[in-house]
């Protein structure tokens, strides 16, 4: 059994959800998920994803954190000397997928709480959306990679 839930912390649009709610609905996540942040209907969600896939809102991090799914790893998505470079990652099996804000990031507290924290390529911070949809994308490339290998 697999699956996993993405999500961001402290938005710092409304319009990055819609997006984000998209690609996974398209890339077979089965929830996601806001922290500290609301959300409004996006016009950028035209495959109303909404009816297909639940968003969770938590008011902060210890929240969520105290709500995490039991067995599920906490991934972080992170520019950091220490995270681990996603082209070379394992995703876990069962996993949730937590990203900052393009301005902040996630704090060295709530990274300390993640299990793994891995990076994407690049110098420079990428659209929360963006970043989340490479994150989906490598998960579901690698599982099917591991499916034509068995």
Not at 3 to 16: A, F, L, P, R
Not at 58 to 87: C, H, M, R, T
Request: charged letters at 15%; a positive charge.
């Amino acid at each position: 059994m697999s699956y996993y839930g993405i999500g961001i912390y402290s938005s710092k649009t409304k319009h990055n959800l819609g997006t984000l709610w998209r690609s996974a609905f398209i890339y077979g996540a089965s929830f996601i998920f806001l922290i500290n942040s609301r959300y409004s209907m996006q016009a950028s969600d035209t495959l109303k994803s909404v009816k297909h896939i639940p968003l969770f809102h938590y008011d902060n991090f210890d929240d969520f954190y105290n709500n995490l799914p039991y067995g599920a790893q906490l991934i972080g998505v992170e520019l950091s000397l220490n995270a681990f470079p996603i082209k070379e990652f394992s995703h876990p099996k069962i996993a949730i997928y937590l990203l900052g804000s393009e301005d902040n990031g996630l704090s060295n507290e709530i990274i300390s709480k993640c299990h793994q924290t891995i990076i994407l390529p690049g110098e420079k911070s990428l659209n929360v959306s963006v970043a989340g949809s490479i994150v989906m994308f490598d998960r579901i490339n690698k599982f099917q990679k591991e499916i034509r290998n068995f």
